[in-house]
């Protein structure tokens, strides 16, 4: 199948899920066949995107975030097709959302139609926040499986000049994309992970979020001097137990939220490590 001729399929599956409501679309079975289209049409996707780069870099190198992303979905739901034999039709069809707003939007930047981005509100969050939270359990590519989960909680309160839209303490629920431990021929650990929902004030919100940057935390003693200025009581109580020390010796992160051990070992993330995270889709608190 062409490239042209899959985006159109992908397109008219995507333009059928509102008209089906809560009936066909919803009972319908994903398959590996489905799986596939989407692969493909990430495949095209990233060909666009290629292209764009010589006329708009910047809006090339943020459609590849957000496809790195939705590779990394892909990836996710044909393991879990293969291990579960089913998936949700609300993650597929999510996805395949998000596959078909990149295209168009690489399609609309490379034939200089660009379409101006909606304001963002007093209640928004927008693509390519960045929130820093504290791991809550140790995560090592040596025990690690795919599909685990982990919690992180919020350092601080991000507000803007109205609200606090997340408050310090909030609970993000982290999934392990992918585990490659460290063996005898690649000496090397790696843990790819994201986060798929907040819990802000007892409500949960779906997300989209990468982790861009391990950092060390200093424990309680290195907080003591800071907690006074900025961080108030409403901080401490939100989970600030200690300041940042810097980088997290012996782990580098790359593209796609994928953690690395430097040392020929396995990646190991410390519970109480401070994650940097990214928001990839637009996030709005009620």
Do not use: C, W
Not at 74 to 92: F, G, Q, T
Not at 122 to 137: A, K, S
Not at 229 to 246: D, E, P, R, S, V
């Amino acid at each position: 199948m062409v490239p042209s001729v899959r985006f159109a399929a992908l397109v008219a599956v995507v333009a059928f899920l509102p008209l089906a409501g809560g009936s066909a679309a919803q009972q319908r079975a994903v398959t590996a066949a489905d799986i596939q289209t989407l692969q493909d049409g990430a495949l095209d996707a990233s060909d666009e995107v290629s292209r764009l780069r010589v006329r708009d870099a910047p809006r090339a190198a943020e459609l590849e975030r957000e496809l790195d992303v939705i590779r990394e979905d892909i990836v996710y739901l044909r393991a879990l097709l293969r291990r579960e034999k089913s998936v949700p039709r609300a993650e597929y069809d999510e996805v395949a959302k998000r596959l078909t707003t990149v295209r168009e939007s690489a399609r609309r930047a490379l034939t200089g139609v660009i379409a101006s981005a909606p304001a963002a509100g007093p209640n928004d969050v927008p693509v390519g926040t960045e929130i820093d939270v504290r791991l809550q359990t140790e995560l090592s590519s040596g025990t690690a499986q795919p599909e685990d989960r982990f919690e992180a909680t919020t350092v601080l309160n991000l507000d803007n000049a109205e609200r606090i839209l997340i408050p310090a303490g909030s609970v993000l629920r982290g999934v392990v994309r992918s585990v490659d431990s460290a063996g005898r021929l690649d000496r090397t650990g790696r843990l790819t992970l994201g986060f798929d929902q907040i819990t802000i004030r007892g409500r949960n919100h779906p997300i989209r979020a990468t982790v861009t940057q391990a950092i060390e935390s200093e424990g309680i003693r290195g907080e003591a001097g800071r907690i006074g200025t900025g961080a108030g009581i409403g901080g401490i109580l939100g989970g600030i137990l200690g300041g940042f020390k810097g980088v997290l010796t012996g782990i580098l992160v790359g593209a796609g939220g994928v953690i690395a051990a430097t040392e020929g070992k396995e990646a190991t993330l410390p519970a109480g490590t401070v994650l940097r995270v990214r928001l990839d889709t637009p996030l709005t608190v009620r």
